[in-house]
């Protein structure tokens, strides 16, 4: 039910990033569904291999890197779909930042509503 929940929360942020900030195109719903399962599946798998990879890189900037990934990372899942679109890496680099900060809300929620 969390994971579920989860995710529909998730589309709606991104729809929410979408509407907040123009260099982020987001269709419609459906498309924001599959792209929060693609961001999500990325951030799983991905991220903690180009963690390690990039780990004395994050070390010098003081883990500062570790926004270059998330922006990577965004702007790959824009790159794969086709309902999902990013304007550039900067533009990537703020719509992730925009983005986990909602993320940080909904699992916050989550976590609180639906308690283990």
């Known amino acids: 039910m969390k994971l579920i929940l989860t995710w529909l929360l998730a589309a709606c942020a991104l729809l929410v ?15 924001a569904l599959i792209a929060a399962a693609v961001i999500g599946l990325f951030n799983a798998v991905l991220r903690p291999i180009l963690v390690v990879l990039t780990l004395p890189v994050t070390i010098v900037t003081l883990g500062l890197f570790l926004f270059v990934i998330n922006a990577l990372l965004f702007w790959a899942a824009s790159g794969v779909l086709n309902g999902f679109h ?14 986990s900060v909602l993320m940080l809300l909904v699992n916050t929620a989550v976590r609180n509503v639906l308690p283990r």
């Open 17 to 31: 990033v979408a509407y907040i900030y123009p260099g982020v195109q987001v269709p419609n719903f459906t498309s």
């Open 86 to 99: 990013v304007n550039g890496f900067w533009a990537a680099l703020l719509g992730s930042l925009i983005y």
